[in-house]
């Protein structure tokens, strides 16, 4: 028999899975219909694509209370049948933490060819070690 403890994880993961699966919808159908100032609007996401502010390099430390959110959510991103990208993780993510005031960033690089990354910050702090690699849109 499974303990109790173990049993309420796996309930609030399949729980939390369900969240960011319908958000995944959600967000799929706005990416057709909208753009991304006025989706992350709709999502409670602030949406900074305009500062030339650098990546920050400080990594965030959230609640205990967000880790099954988190890897519900990479679970769910990882198995999408539309593609598993960054700016997928980044809207269904900062709408889960969104009373965490989440802020949506942009940046590019180029090693060879152009490529293009999106993270989360979270009071100034980032979500994704990767972020520092990158120029913001807003960077001259």
């Known amino acids: 028999m499974t303990p109790p403890m173990r049993l309420r994880r796996r309930v609030r993961f399949v729980f939390e899975l369900a969240r960011a699966v319908w958000w995944l919808t959600r ?12 989706l992350c609007a709709k999502l409670g996401i602030e949406c900074d694509l305009r500062s030339a502010a650098p ?8 609640p205990r209370r967000t880790r099954t959110t988190v890897l519900a959510c990479a679970y769910a991103v ?3 049948p539309m ?3 960054c700016l997928r993780r980044c ?28 993270w989360l910050e979270i009071g100034g702090r980032t ?5 520092a690699n990158y120029a913001t849109l807003g960077s001259p």
Not at 55 to 62: F, G, I, N, Q, R
Not at 127 to 131: H, I, P, R
Request: charged share 25%.
């Open 27 to 38: 967000i799929e159908l706005g990416l057709r219909r909208n753009d991304l100032p006025a």
């Open 55 to 62: 990546p920050a390099t400080e990594y965030v430390v959230l």
């Open 78 to 80: 990882a198995r999408w």
């Open 83 to 85: 593609g598993s990208t």
């Open 91 to 118: 809207l269904v993510l900062g709408r889960l933490l969104r009373s965490l005031e989440p802020v949506l960033r942009i940046g590019v690089r180029r090693d060879g060819e152009l490529s293009v990354h999106s």
């Open 127 to 131: 979500l994704d070690a990767t972020s």
